[in-house]
């Protein structure tokens, strides 16, 4: 891995506080990969041979059964995945595939599990991610049975929104399809969603969303922090990132 990459992946919560020896163990025996959109990294069912960590790019986790599939999340970087089939050793419950042009850096379990073993800090990092990531599903558990799709697509405008800064405009970063299934909805009333928050707050051209009233769009979304409050360690990963990115404007004299 190189040495910048090793940089930017040392600087998420899960590698942070580990000893600085057996993170340099993990990044000589992990490389970095660059995928095109569209390529499945990981295939539910199989066992884990590395811990994948997001440096760039968009991954879907998605599950099939029956001829059926269903979009479970969408992750940004920076993002390790799938941590708890690695830490146990045990088959993908799920399976991941890129949604647009990504970098991802691949340790191997076998290192993974080696060093949690002997670094304490570095099995508690682990914990915390996995406590994370659990908090994280059950909000998600909540927000598909206590709303309903209106509600959920609100509620995803107004946290899209938030994290790109608050500027009343948004993109739909990836196809209508994918945001229907990870809402729980089939594609046509994705399309009945849109048109009726036209009429509560927003207007729609295409993938670009503009929120028009956001009074309004929150009356209806009936935001809750123990439903759509981001977890700490989702909150340090975005804030990882953003010390990257700046250090490395500043390296490039922007």
């Known amino acids: 891995m190189r040495a910048q990459d090793a940089e930017r992946v040392r600087r998420l919560p899960l590698f942070r506080a580990m000893a600085q020896s057996n993170f340099e163990e993990l990044s000589a025996a992990g490389y970095l990969q660059r995928f095109p959109a569209g390529v499945v990294l990981i295939h539910q069912g199989d066992r884990p041979d590395f811990l994948h960590v997001l440096v760039d790019g968009m991954i879907e986790l998605f599950s099939s059964h029956g001829g059926q599939e269903a979009t479970l999340s969408v992750l940004s970087p920076p993002a390790a995945f799938i941590l708890a089939a690695v830490v146990v050793d045990d ?131 009936q935001s809750d922090p123990l439903i759509d409050a981001p977890e700490p360690c989702e909150r340090d990963a975005e804030l990882a990132l953003g010390t990257a990115s700046a250090k490395a404007a500043r390296a490039d004299g922007v």
Do not use: M
């Open 91 to 221: 088959v993908y419950l799920k399976s991941a595939r890129t949604l647009s042009p990504s970098t991802v850096v691949l340790i191997p379990a076998d290192a993974v599990r080696v060093v949690f073993e002997r670094d304490a800090a570095f099995a508690r990092a682990i914990v915390v991610e996995l406590a994370c990531r659990y908090r994280a599903l059950v909000k998600e558990l909540k927000n598909s049975r206590l709303r309903t799709g209106v509600q959920r697509l609100a509620n995803w405008i107004i946290a899209r929104d938030k994290s790109s800064g608050q500027t009343g405009r948004i993109r739909i970063p990836y196809e209508k399809r994918v945001l229907a299934n990870q809402l729980g909805l089939r594609p046509e009333n994705l399309s009945r969603a849109l048109a009726e928050l036209q009429h509560a707050g927003i207007a729609v051209d295409g993938p670009e969303i503009a929120i028009t009233d956001y009074r309004r769009l929150a009356v209806l979304a």
